[in-house]
């Protein structure tokens, strides 16, 4: 597991058995842990913190397939899980800002489409090794005046301290979905990306941010989505 994107040029490597045997466990690994295990079906699935113990699923088992499965693999074990957790139109419409609200339909799908692809590599590039990490979701939620839900979850670190990463949960007509996440309960992802995909839209608009998610995502892939 990393904690900063991977800035490797090269392509993903070629597929081995092993890897091969190693995604298929870890794809089996995401269904039991998702909808067969007791505990998962003890959960209330219309809470606030189940999609993010799907998402901690998906998490796990990338990692747990580890550096030698492609990374197009890790990316197919991670995709669903993000897209169920997240609301990632409110995510990038929030980092855009207000210009968002100007930009033509076809302007926001393109960037919808990219942005997308760019969360889960961003993912797919930092949970990409197994360390005897675990994820634990905190039982208990914080409201927030607007709606919103702040649901706890910590990364377990073996022989070191804890990572905690929180999201800010929204109650949508698909379920509650993340729409900000807060490393160490305070930092915002949100700011950070609206720090980052403002001076991609100041220096050419649209097609500026969208090609700068572009190249995001070509490095995070290690060239492997162009």
Do not use: C
């Not at 079906?41 to 998402?55: E, F, N, W």
């Not at 197919?76 to 993000?82: H, N, R, S």
């Not at 090794?129 to 994820?135: I, M, N, P, V």
């Not at 050419?204 to 969208?210: D, I, N």
């Amino acid at each position: 597991m990393k904690v900063v994107d991977s800035n490797a040029g090269v392509s993903a490597p070629p597929i081995h058995h092993r890897a091969g045997l190693s995604f298929a466990a870890a794809a089996l690994a995401v269904a039991a842990m998702v909808s067969g295990s007791p505990a998962a079906k003890a959960q209330d699935a219309s809470g606030p913190t189940a999609p993010i113990q799907q998402l901690d699923a998906a998490l796990l088992a990338s990692m747990r397939a580890g550096e030698n499965a492609p990374f197009t693999q890790r990316y197919a074990i991670l995709a669903p899980a993000v897209d169920q957790a997240f609301n990632l139109n409110a995510v990038l419409a929030a980092a855009v800002g207000p210009g968002w609200y100007s930009l033509a339909p076809n302007q926001k799908a393109v960037l919808a489409t990219t942005f997308q692809r760019y969360t889960v590599s961003n993912y797919a590039a930092n949970f990409d090794s197994y360390d005897g990490q675990s994820f634990r979701v905190l039982p208990q939620t914080r409201a927030l005046p607007d709606g919103d839900v702040i649901v706890r979850s910590q990364i377990i670190r073996r022989n070191d301290s804890p990572v905690e990463i929180d999201y800010v949960m929204r109650h949508t007509p698909a379920g509650w979905k993340a729409v900000d996440v807060l490393t160490n309960g305070t930092i915002s992802q949100v700011a950070v990306q609206r720090s980052d995909f403002g001076s991609l839209l100041a220096s050419g608009g649209a097609p500026a941010l969208e090609a700068g998610l572009q190249r995001k995502v070509s490095t995070l892939s290690n060239g492997a989505l162009a």
